[in-house]
């Protein structure tokens, strides 16, 4: 999970819900094994009880360091 979100293959939306990128799901669809981020999108994000994310960081990876496509 942190290498994709690094690489912009996956990122949360405003809620902290899972998103990947359509590049992402169509190299997992068409792998020859089972990959959990498939099962994990959309799914909430578990929060630490500290170091919580920053929100303008995470708004910033939505808008600039996703990479949808």
């Known amino acids: 999970i942190d290498r994709a979100f690094d690489r912009g293959l996956l990122t949360f939306d405003e809620d902290y819900g899972v ?6 799901r169509d190299e ?33 990876h939505r808008e600039r360091g996703f990479r949808e496509t």
């Open 19 to 24: 998103v990947l990128s359509k590049r992402l």
């Open 28 to 60: 997992i669809n068409t792998a020859t094994f089972d990959c959990s981020l498939l099962k994990i999108e959309g799914e909430k994000l578990r929060m630490p009880k500290r170091f919580l994310p920053a929100e303008e960081a995470m708004e910033w």
